[in-house]
T-cell receptor, first 113, second 112 residues
Framework: NAGVTQTPKFRILKIGQSMTLQCTQDMNHNYMYWYRQDPGMGLKLIYY???????DKGEVPNGYNVSRSTTEDFPLRLELAAPSQTSVYFC????????????FGQGTRLTVV | QQQVKQSPQSLIVQKGGISIINCAYE??????FPWYQQFPGKGPALLIA?????SEKKEGRFTISFNKSAKQFSLHIMDSQPGDSATYFCAASTAGFQKLVFGTGTRLLVSP
C-alpha cells in the first residue's frame, strides 16, 4: 500500500518556467489537498478537492492551478514560476466525512531561481 | 479568525523530561484538533487528535489537554525520548470537512 505518492521529490525551475507536481493516492480517498510549507509558517492550503471533477481554492491559490479527473490523481500546475513559489509542497488525502485523518505524501522541494 | 497560534517556536528538553507545546484558536466553529508530527524530509503524520467534548485525551506518552472556554489546547509528551525530536504542528478544522488550519510548528529537540 503506497499511500500518497508525490513526484518529483526535488526540482529547480527558472523564473517563468512551468511545471506540474504529480500526486496520486491508492486509498480511494475522496478528499485531496495541496499544501505548501515555508520555514516558520506552517502549512498553507493551496487547493483542495472533494471528489473527481470538483476543486476549490484554499488560502494561497494565486499562481497555481489544479485538476481532478480521477479519484486517484490530483496534479498541481505552476504557471510562470516565481521565486515566491520556492517552497516544499505536500499533497494529502483523506476519507470524506468529519474529522478523519489526513495522509501526507513525502513532499516536493521546489526552488525557483 | 482562521488562525491557529502555536508556541514555542522551538523547544529543547532533556531525555525523560516533559515537552509541552501550546496552541490557541479564535474560530469557535473549529471542532477537531489534531497534532501532526513531522520528521526531516518526511510529510506530516497524525499523532493524536481530540474533539471539544472531552478535556483530555491520552495515547501512550502523548496527551492532549483541551480548554474550550479559553480556546486553547496543548500537547504534552511525557518521558521525552531522542526519537521524539521532530517538528510538531497543531491544527484545527470545522465539522463536515477536513480542511485543516495549521499552526506554525514547534521544533522539538530531546537531548540524550
Amino acid at each position: 500500500n503506497a499511500g500518497v505518492t508525490q513526484t518529483p521529490k526535488f526540482r529547480i525551475l527558472k523564473i517563468g518556467q512551468s511545471m506540474t507536481l504529480q500526486c496520486t493516492q491508492d486509498m480511494n480517498h475522496n478528499y485531496m489537498y495541496w499544501y505548501r510549507q515555508d520555514p516558520g509558517m506552517g502549512l498553507k492550503l493551496i487547493y483542495y478537492s472533494v471528489g473527481a471533477g470538483i476543486t476549490d481554492k484554499g488560502e494561497v491559490p494565486n499562481g497555481y492551478n489544479v485538476s481532478r479527473s480521477t479519484t486517484e490523481d490530483f496534479p498541481l500546475r505552476l504557471e510562470l514560476a516565481a521565486p515566491s513559489q520556492t517552497s516544499v509542497y505536500f499533497c494529502a488525502s483523506s476519507y470524506a466525512g468529519d474529522n478523519t485523518e489526513a495522509f501526507f505524501g513525502q513532499g516536493t522541494r521546489l526552488t525557483v531561481v | 479568525q482562521q488562525q491557529v497560534k502555536q508556541s514555542p517556536q522551538s523547544l529543547i528538553v532533556q531525555k525523560g523530561g516533559i515537552s509541552i507545546i501550546n496552541c490557541a484558536y479564535e474560530n469557535t466553529a473549529f471542532d477537531y484538533f489534531p497534532w501532526y508530527q513531522q520528521f526531516p524530509g518526511k510529510g506530516p503524520a497524525l499523532l493524536i487528535a481530540i474533539r471539544p467534548d472531552v478535556s483530555e485525551k491520552k495515547e501512550g506518552r502523548f496527551t492532549i489537554s483541551f480548554n474550550k472556554s479559553a480556546k486553547q489546547f496543548s500537547l504534552h509528551i511525557m518521558d521525552s525520548q531522542p526519537g521524539d525530536s521532530a517538528t510538531y504542528f497543531c491544527a484545527a478544522s470545522t465539522a463536515g470537512f477536513q480542511k485543516l488550519v495549521f499552526g506554525t510548528g514547534t521544533r522539538l529537540l530531546v537531548s540524550p
